[in-house]
């Protein structure tokens, strides 16, 4: 488990959205300002039993808690189930921004069939992992069992079992018509050796989070993703998921599975 959260620490959030698997169809809730708690918990669980596949925009940004100090890249995020709890996804920055620097950073994340390939066009370097052991599956959403707890595709008890969890009125900073859930661990249970909360803006008509806000057991770093332009179960073409060809001038390695 160290290791996985190693290898996908670049992109902690947008894993952690959408690997689950599929359950019985449910009536899809309706959400609103005043959708209670548990309201909002149903509808993110049935919307993650729901997902085929979507396409959005994506941000990630890090900022160190104590200095204020950021940096985030952004690109596109790519996910599409491919059988009964199997997935894959794949996220492709375009600009990183360092404070009030923007540049052009190309970089892939491409996680399929237990493999995780990261490049950087800049630097021709790919580096190819074995996340997962030949046949192994694990739900990387499933609270408890994966590394980026979310309760997307999970039960409100289970949810709340985990954590305590709070809503918060909305703020001027706050994505638009959003409705945002605290999530803090319980004490004493490994999440909390993780994280010291999870902030969770639910987009009320897609039903999906717009921003995912992490900070660390440590209360150090501070880990946000945003998701605008979110496309869902419109099915989306192989080439999304399939890298561009490299030639020989590439510096390639390829690690296997490790525990």
């Known amino acids: 488990m160290n290791a996985m959260n190693a290898v996908f620490r670049p992109i902690v959030v947008v894993c952690l959205l959408f690997l689950t698997q599929?359950?019985?169809?449910?009536?899809?809730?309706v959400l609103n300002a005043d959708s209670s708690i548990n309201q909002i918990l149903d509808a993110l669980d049935h919307s993650g039993n729901e997902l085929r596949d979507f396409v959005?925009?994506?941000t990630l940004t890090q900022t160190d808690a104590r200095s204020g100090d950021s940096s985030s890249s952004a690109g596109k995020v790519f996910f599409q189930r491919t059988a009964p709890g199997e997935a894959?996804?794949?996220?492709?920055?375009d600009t990183e921004t360092v404070g009030d620097h923007r540049m052009d950073k190309k970089v892939d994340y491409l996680l399929d069939n237990g493999w995780l390939w990261e490049r950087d066009y800049r630097r021709k370097t790919e580096i190819k992992r074995q996340v997962l052991q030949p046949g192994q599956k694990m739900n990387l959403l499933k609270l408890g069992e994966g590394p980026f707890p979310l309760p997307i595709g999970q039960d409100k008890a289970e949810v709340h079992r985990q954590f305590d969890v709070v809503k918060v009125a909305s703020r001027e900073t706050d994505p638009a018509a959003t409705l945002h859930l605290t999530l803090t661990p319980k004490e004493g249970?490994?999440?909390a050796r993780k994280f010291s909360s999870i902030d969770v803006w639910v987009?009320?008509?897609t039903q999906m989070p717009a921003r995912i806000e992490a900070v660390d057991a440590n209360e150090t770093t501070v880990r946000t993703t945003d998701l605008t332009e979110l496309r869902m179960n419109e099915g989306l073409p192989a080439d999304a998921f399939t890298l561009p060809p490299i030639d020989d001038s590439w510096n390639r390695h390829e690690e296997p599975f490790s525990e």
Do not use: G
């Open 22 to 29: 599929s359950a019985n169809a449910q009536t899809r809730p």
């Open 189 to 191: 249970s490994q999440l």
């Open 88 to 93: 894959r996804i794949r996220v492709s920055f």
């Open 56 to 58: 959005a925009n994506v």
């Open 203 to 205: 987009d009320p008509q």
